[in-house]
């Protein structure tokens, strides 16, 4: 991998997205008229996603792999029924949603709270409603660049055009009521035909729930990496999509099939983190709860404090170091791109602390005794 990579001052705030930055957009979507889900608030941090609006304001449009966005809901406004090409995967930061699918939106029901990843199969309708007391928050992650956009259920469609809205083929929305003309010899959406329908894939609530999350179901491996002993080091993985950045050979995921990108819980405690490292894929890192310091370069060092909700995109081939800088225990989401391992490549001074610890990485890295593992040239 490249040394030339460095992060300056101005790319690392360029990639830094805080809560305060979020822009929320009304009419990214044909139901922003119904009644119900009139109240929407949409949400595109890191590239597109799906929206149907051409001035939705997207904080970063740099590809990633996937795109990044969110979803805010007042109590009692629903989400409507929708299919996606790609895989959607919903992260509750806050609320509480009862998320339903199948085309009527009958197949089955499961409700979603704090702290809870669905990751929601392609091609089968789904929808949402706040049922929690007070405003809830989606973030969502949609597979690669290009998602093809979606399709809505017919009802959803039918009554879109009761209030002036269409839906092109291009994935534009017509807004009649505010003077939008459709465009001659332009092809408009159409809802699907039972026979389409008939032919999706259903899902049980049983295995709908193997898609899901929840804090019970995670999996934290106490030494997923290998400064997991060394100072400074220590932080805590838990697999949710994909095997990620893992180095326990013994740690699995709680969703296997291919995103785009690959999903993991990290937490620490005050002063604990991961040393320096970097990697060949895209990254970012939402924080949850508490402080996070992330250090950019192993020279010119560049540093960026993240608090609750707050995200940094760590461009490909830098180093970087994290750490909990607060008083608590602090989570974030680390979210990299591709459907396979992750391979880290640790700073020398690491490897070395990590050889005089005991431990280093076999030659299908992962962790194992220093001991063991044989020497070869250039390792």
């Known amino acids: 991998m490249s040394d030339r990579?460095?992060?300056t001052e101005a790319e690392a705030a360029r990639r830094t997205i805080r809560r305060t930055d979020f822009v929320s957009c009304n009419q990214a979507f044909i139901d922003c008229r119904t009644p119900g889900s009139d109240r929407k608030e949409n949400y595109a941090m890191i590239g597109p996603?799906?929206?149907?609006?051409?001035d939705q304001v997207v904080n970063l449009r740099e590809p990633h792999g996937y795109n990044i966005g969110a979803a805010a809901m007042p109590t009692g406004i629903t989400n409507n029924l929708h299919l996606h090409f790609t895989a959607e995967v919903f992260y509750c930061f806050r609320g509480e949603f009862l998320l339903r699918w199948g085309a009527d939106g009958k197949?089955?029901?499961?409700?979603?709270?704090?702290?809870?990843?669905a990751s929601m199969p392609t091609w089968i309708f789904r929808g949402f409603t706040n049922i929690g007391p007070d405003d809830g928050w989606l973030f969502t992650t949609l597979g690669h660049d290009d998602t093809g956009g979606i399709i809505w259920g017919p009802s959803v469609l039918r009554e879109a055009e009761g209030h002036g809205l269409f839906l092109?083929?291009?994935n534009q929305l017509i807004d009649t009521v505010a003077g939008d003309e459709p465009p001659e010899d332009v092809e408009l959406v159409r809802p699907m035909t039972d026979e389409q329908i008939a032919g999706l894939r259903t899902y049980t609530a049983e295995q709908m729930r193997r898609r899901v999350a929840t804090a019970?179901?995670?999996e934290y491996s106490p030494a997923p990496f290998l400064d997991?002993?060394?100072?400074g080091g220590g932080a805590q993985l838990a697999l949710v999509i994909g095997y990620g950045m893992t180095e326990d050979m013994h740690q699995e995921p709680r969703v296997f099939n291919p995103h785009g990108h690959n999903v993991a819980w990290l937490r620490a405690e005050p002063g604990q983190g991961m040393l320096s490292h970097r990697h060949a894929e895209t990254q970012v890192l939402l924080v949850k709860d508490g402080e996070w310091e992330v250090t950019l370069n192993l020279h010119d060092e560049v540093t960026v404090r993240l608090g609750p909700w707050d995200m940094l995109s760590v461009p490909r081939g830098a180093w970087r170091a994290l750490r909990n800088s607060g008083d608590d225990t602090a989570t974030m989401l680390v979210i990299n791109g591709?459907?396979?391992r992750v391979r880290l490549e640790w700073d020398a001074e690491v490897v070395k602390a990590a050889a005089d610890a005991g431990v280093a990485t076999d030659h299908n890295g992962y962790v194992a005794p220093y001991a063991l593992v044989p020497r070869t040239i250039g390792r």
């Open 107 to 117: 197949d089955g029901e499961l409700v979603l709270r704090e702290g809870d990843i």
């Open 228 to 231: 997991s002993t060394l100072p």
């Open 216 to 218: 019970a179901d995670l």
């Open 49 to 54: 996603g799906v929206t149907q609006n051409a």
């Open 5 to 7: 990579v460095t992060v």
């Open 168 to 170: 092109t083929a291009e």
């Open 338 to 340: 591709g459907d396979g």
